[in-house]
């Protein structure tokens, strides 16, 4: 059993979104009752211990922490920048890591993560100015020029960042530190106390995967896989982290189109490839890990053809299926497990 056990849980990301990029934030409404429902599911119904709490708004992540802690479980307090250039990030996790501090001082188990993936969801490291932008830019759906300098330059940038964070951080705070890391990323682990790495097996990487997390492993650090995850539909696992870039948006549409007309729903596929996965960092003995996440708040489940759109919850890492509603608990929508919800709650029951 992987001593850290834990779900993600997203407060809502903000960024800069251009015209058929999508929607700004990952999560329009927030509401507290709504947080404490699930933070009680996360900790109660599927066992685990601990929760990556990630948003943008340290207000909204205070929250949730204060709730998470109430509910029993270890909280990674996981403030996301957006799109801050670099000289700003330091100041924005100095500011979260007080936070932080005072939510540990209390009593309350706290890791502080000094941003995630800071080269895709920061500006100034790679080419493009919104995160759309450098999206495609990774991707290659847009022609980079700069961008093979930009990787040349981005270990040393990176990680001087990094380091210039992790200092201010441990100026206030008295616990744990950590980075979640993209695969891309040549991070100096050497301010930090746990190696921690979002990374999602594709049919790009299957092969060497093993060999990725004993990579990690040679830090001579704990490793936590930060982020792991699946979508909702037939060849999902072979997309891993990339599954949810199957829609258009188009903004003179209200709603979004299928790219590839006639995926089908697959709940089996995602738990299969959580199975799987735990499976391997049990094996590899990995410190820990985070199914990314636990609901996607912008991804509806829409089964009625006649309806408003495309299900877009085909598109959502969830563990749960978000049902827009009236009804109580997150304001404007009810949830829903999916086949992942029981299977992941199986694996972090069993002792084995």
């Known amino acids: ?112 993560v000094a941003g995630c993936e800071l080269s895709l969801f920061g500006a100034g490291f790679l080419p493009g100015a919104t995160l759309g932008d450098r999206l495609d830019a990774l991707t290659g759906a847009v022609p980079a ?27 206030v705070f008295r616990g744990q530190v950590t980075y979640a890391s993209a695969p891309w990323e040549a991070v100096d682990w050497a301010p930090f106390d746990l190696v921690s790495v979002d990374l999602y097996r594709d049919s790009s990487n299957a092969a060497g995967y093993r060999d990725a997390l004993r990579g990690y492993a040679r830090a001579g650090k704990p490793v936590v896989v930060s982020e792991f995850g699946c979508c909702t539909y037939a060849g999902a696992a072979d997309a891993g982290g990339a599954g949810f870039m199957i829609f258009d948006y188009d903004p003179e549409s209200a709603a979004p189109r299928l790219k590839v007309p006639g995926l089908q729903r697959s709940e089996a596929e995602q738990a299969r490839y959580l199975e799987e996965l735990l499976a391997i960092f049990g094996q590899e003995g990995m410190h820990g890990a985070f199914w990314h996440t636990f609901a996607g708040w912008t991804f509806p489940y829409r089964p009625d053809p006649q309806g408003p759109g495309p299900d877009l919850d085909l598109g959502s890492f969830g563990l749960v299926k978000v049902i827009e509603s009236a009804s109580a608990g997150e304001p404007g929508c009810v949830l829903e497990p999916k086949e992942a919800f029981w299977a992941l709650a199986a694996a972090y029951r069993s002792p084995a």
Request: hydrophobic share 45%; aromatic share 6%.
């Open 145 to 171: 020029p700069g961008l093979p300098d930009s990787f040349g330059r981005l270990p040393r940038l990176l990680n001087a960042t990094l380091s210039r964070s992790a200092a201010a951080i441990r100026d």
């Open 1 to 112: 059993m992987l001593p850290v056990r834990g779900v993600h849980y997203d407060v809502g990301h903000q960024y800069a979104a251009a015209p058929g990029q999508g929607p700004g934030t990952s999560r329009p409404r927030f509401g507290r009752a709504g947080v404490a429902a699930d933070m009680a599911t996360i900790a109660g119904r599927l066992h685990a211990n601990a929760v990556r709490i990630a948003g943008t708004d340290l207000s909204r992540l205070t929250v949730a922490a204060g709730l998470a802690v109430e509910a029993g479980l270890a909280v990674w307090f996981s403030p996301h920048p957006g799109d801050l250039a670099r000289d700003d990030i330091v100041g924005y996790l100095a500011e979260a890591a007080r936070t932080a501090e005072e939510l540990r001082a209390g009593g309350g188990s706290v890791v502080m």
